[in-house]
Nanobody, 123 residues
Framework: QVRLVESGGGLVQAGGSLRVSCTTS????????MGWFRQAPGKERDFVAS????????EYADSVKGRFTISRDNAKNTVYLQMNSLKPEDTAVYYC????????????????WGQGTQVTVSS
């Protein structure tokens, strides 16, 4: 079982930046591919970004490419999502997720979720 905890959400003006973090309680993120998803009110939860367990590969949704950066620090058991040039449409609850398998090189399939952190971008 992987327990994930997000932090760092908040209110920011359009064009601003914010970094959200994801860490674990009582377990390790080492070996797990990790991802960020977001869910706006009345909408489905959407993929934002993912990073492989080795950090060698990252993927992004088209809507955030060039603005968001996912990274990880295994020594700190933490995954980050740096969000720049934020837009009002980025407003959502951001969820961290861990892959179902450790040291997997197959497609990222989220199996463990955090409780989410709210990001609000004002216009």
């Amino acid at each position: 079982q992987v327990r994930l905890v997000e932090s760092g959400g908040g209110l920011v003006q359009a064009g601003g930046s914010l970094r959200v973090s994801c860490t674990t309680s009582g377990s390790t993120l080492t070996g797990y591919a990790m991802g960020w998803f977001r869910q706006a009110p009345g909408k489905e939860r959407d993929f934002v970004a993912s990073i492989s367990w080795s950090s060698s590969r990252t993927e992004y949704a088209d809507s955030v490419k060039g603005r968001f950066t996912i990274s990880r620090d295994n020594a700190k058991n933490t995954v980050y999502l740096q969000m720049n040039s934020l837009k009002p449409e980025d407003t959502a609850v951001y969820y961290c997720a861990a892959d179902r398998l450790r040291y997997s090189n197959s497609q990222f399939i989220p199996a463990y979720w955090g409780q989410g952190t709210q990001v609000t971008v004002s216009s």
